[in-house]
């Protein structure tokens, strides 16, 4: 078995100009294997972008990082030593949220590729015409795209070309952070099949950042939910969507339409706690309705028995 991801108690955290460090992930533990397509899920805020940017070798300079992160058994971040050399656009690729950012608006789809694929293999400019041409069709666009500026393109158009950059580099990881939420909803389940599939059919790793966990589900073979800049629960697809043990996941699941079945919104209230400070009780305390004494430690992540799923919460074999 060949890890493509390990983050060992990874915490990346940003200072403002008060010199106060928002943690964004607070040590996270993660590991990925080849070829695996894995979800990082969890509500807005609570540090899968950071995670993922991680991941892809893209954190702004200004970020604080502690912990290690491998990969390929690369250490690219070593306690605060961060290290990208020939992983960053060679190995991993990173697929953003809103497409138009990462195109250049004054660079042609062709001289996109040229310039991605010379500086990764060197081609020449007629070479990566071709393989623009063979990647292009494997996303479903036609060569006439090659001519054409990115807001000639519509955002799904957009997302298909950085797959298929991504896919004639040659990467053996995609970071995708939720690629189709700046999508029409028509076209999201399309855009994300048809990554799915590729990543398989090139046996690719996958890294799919979402806040949906329907679309989890029907994409990934393992699923990590994060909650407050930590993973609170995580294990094969199967296994979370249908027994999840932690109290935010049976949350995040009743309040979403999954797989046809539409459940009505019920999300548990309160807030999660402030990344500022630090705590040392379950990050999920305040807002959950199982909460004992014991909850003023945080829980580890715990194995559930005789499953690759872990979960961090003391009370889940009561609870699930
Ligand atoms: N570049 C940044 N500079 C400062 N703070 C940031 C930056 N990116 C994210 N944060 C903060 O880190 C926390 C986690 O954010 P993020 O990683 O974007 O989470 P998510 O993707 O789950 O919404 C938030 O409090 C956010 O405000
Ligand atoms: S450890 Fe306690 S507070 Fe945290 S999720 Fe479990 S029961 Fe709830
Ligand atoms: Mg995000």
Redesign the pocket.
């Known amino acids: 078995m060949v890890l493509a991801i390990q983050a060992k108690n990874l915490k990346?955290?940003?200072?403002?100009e008060e010199e106060q460090i928002?943690?964004?992930?607070r040590g996270v533990d993660l590991s990925v294997e080849e070829g695996e397509s894995f979800c990082?899920v969890?509500?807005?805020?609570?540090?899968?972008?950071?995670?993922?940017?991680a991941i892809a070798g893209v954190?702004?300079p200004?970020?604080l990082t502690m912990g290690k992160l491998y990969i390929f058994n690369q250490l690219v971040i070593n306690e605060s030593e961060r290290n990208y050399n020939g992983i960053r656009g060679k190995v991993v690729s990173l697929i953003p949220q809103n497409p138009g950012t990462s195109l250049n608006p004054f660079l042609t789809i062709g001289d996109h590729f040229y310039y991605i694929l010379r500086d990764v293999k060197g081609l020449s400019k007629s070479d990566s015409i071709k393989i623009a041409q063979e990647y292009l069709s494997k996303v479903g666009l036609g060569k006439d795209v090659l001519e054409k500026y990115p807001h000639k393109l519509s955002g799904g158009m957009q997302q298909r070309v950085l797959i298929a950059i991504a896919l004639a580099s040659e990467v053996k990881i995609i970071v995708a952070?939720?690629p189709t939420s700046s999508i029409d909803a028509n076209l999201r389940a399309q855009i994300l099949n048809l990554l799915s599939k590729l990543v398989k059919e090139f046996k690719v790793t996958l890294l799919l950042?979402t806040?949906d966990l329907a679309s989890a589900s029907k994409i990934c073979d393992r699923i990590a939910v994060?909650y407050a800049?930590k993973v609170i629960e995580t294990g094969l697809t199967s296994s979370i969507i249908s027994k999840p043990r932690h109290p935010y996941t049976r949350m995040l699941l009743d309040s979403v339409p999954l797989l046809g079945s539409k459940k009505s919104l019920n999300p548990l209230p309160g807030e999660p706690p402030s990344?500022v400070e630090d705590f040392t009780w379950c990050s999920f305390r305040d807002r959950c309705p199982f909460r004992i004494e014991q909850c003023s430690v945080e829980p580890p992540l715990i194995p559930v028995e005789d499953e690759p799923h872990l979960v961090r919460c003391w009370r889940f074999r009561e609870v699930s």
């Open positions: 990346i955290g940003y200072m403002d928002t943690w964004a992930t990082i969890g509500e807005s805020g609570c540090g899968k972008s950071t995670l993922a940017s954190l702004p200004h970020a952070d939720e950042v806040h994060m800049g990344l």
